[in-house]
């Protein structure tokens, strides 16, 4: 059996009227991360190819196992957004936890670090 997990990603801290190039891809996760200590277990995902001209919010949509899910305590079922460059260098990503039964998810801006 499969649940569907629905909602928009939107930026946050400035990236809200970001405009994307059209070579990023976004992906949308269902995960399992209720064990401290853990990898989380991805029991969904979609990959979304961004659009020329492409602004927030991106709609997603993704299918998961339900009955895995129906198992989980309520901490442990959340989403996760990223959104990479062809390349897979990280631009965008979701910093706090994010419950799989809320509809939007807030991703930030990554800043580079310099080394220099």
Do not use: H, W
Not at 20 to 29: A, D
Request: glycine share 8%; charged share 25%; net charge negative.
């Amino acid at each position: 059996m499969s649940g569907t997990a629905t909602g928009t990603v939107v930026g946050k801290d400035g990236c809200e009227n970001e405009t994307f190039t059209g070579n990023e891809t976004l992906t949308v996760c269902v995960q399992d991360t209720s064990l401290m200590d853990a990898p989380s277990s991805t029991l969904g995902e979609q990959t979304i190819s961004l659009k020329a001209g492409q602004t927030f919010p991106i709609k997603y949509s993704v299918s998961y196992d339900q009955e895995k899910a129906d198992r989980l305590p309520e901490y442990g079922f959340t989403l996760s957004a990223r959104i990479e460059d062809p390349s897979g260098k990280l631009l965008y990503i979701n910093d706090t936890r994010t419950s799989a039964r809320g509809d939007k998810i807030e991703v930030k801006k990554v800043v580079p670090f310099n080394y220099e």
